[in-house]
């Protein structure tokens, strides 16, 4: 089994703060998902990556995929209360088909005003 | 288009009991997955189906089953319900981008909430 560990699990901080967080494997993934969360409803994806070294960009969003693609970054700048939510990665499998996702268990945001 | 859709969206359970949750996709997906989230846990994936007629289990099957006679539908059943399947399940599908899917986003459903007493 692929396992994919997140940090921080928690993270609390004011409006205007920057902020990153990991997403690490040991394994090799395919390719890897970044899902937004709300409390009540399912995951959103945000962003996939699939090239070691990848860099992607959302608005205030920056997603990397490390070079050897078992590891990756969120970083949010200048994060709003509209941004709190549980923030999921997600791996496919290398050699698999991405609709068998290992998920990570979350990192949860929190952006008080 | 609704998306994915899953009923209902509480239950609350006698250990023993059985039921069926429910999931439709109204995209036309070929993939679909059931999914259960608890704290601290994550997503498992429970089982999944890659067309009509064809499931497999994912990292957590024991105490479930699924069946996917039409390409919209993909119910989930308890046979025999057990504290330990107190959770909240996700229903997602997915398209194929050709050569076995890869990269395909997932969508998932709003969830069930389970609790058996």
């Known amino acids: 089994t692929q396992l994919l560990k997140q940090s921080p699990q928690f993270l609390s901080i004011q409006e205007g703060e920057n902020l990153t967080v990991y997403c690490n494997s040991s394994?090799?993934?395919?390719?890897l998902q970044w899902y937004r969360q709300e409390p009540g409803e399912g995951p959103v994806l945000l962003v996939t990556?699939?090239?070691?070294?990848e860099v992607k960009k959302l608005k205030r969003l920056t997603f990397q995929f490390g070079d050897a693609r078992k590891d990756s970054s969120l970083h949010i700048t200048a994060a709003q209360p509209g941004d709190t939510g549980l923030y999921l990665c997600?791996?496919?499998?290398?050699?698999?088909?991405?609709?068998?996702?290992?998920f990570g268990k979350g990192t949860l945001l929190t952006v008080n005003p | 288009n609704a998306g994915v859709t899953q009923t209902p969206k509480f239950q609350v359970l006698k250990t023993g009991q059985s039921m069926t949750l429910q999931c439709a996709q109204d995209?036309?997906?070929?993939?679909m997955s059931w999914y259960r989230q608890d704290p601290g846990m994550g997503l498992r994936l429970i089982h999944y189906?890659?067309?009509?007629?064809?499931?497999d289990q994912g990292e957590v099957p024991n105490g479930y089953n699924v069946s996917r006679s039409t390409t919209e539908d993909f119910p989930l059943r308890l046979l025999s319900a057990a504290p330990s399947q107190t959770s909240v399940y996700f229903c997602?599908?997915?398209?194929?981008?050709?050569?076995?899917?890869?990269?395909?986003?997932?969508?998932f459903g709003p969830g069930t909430r389970l609790t058996v007493l």
């Open positions: 189906s890659v067309g009509a007629g064809i499931t």
């Open positions: 394994s090799v993934f395919s390719s």
């Open positions: 990556v699939v090239t070691g070294g």
């Open positions: 995209m036309n997906h070929e993939y």
């Open positions: 997602a599908s997915s398209y194929s981008l050709g050569s076995g899917g890869l990269y395909n986003e997932q969508f």
């Open positions: 997600a791996g496919g499998p290398s050699g698999g088909s991405n609709y068998k996702l290992t």
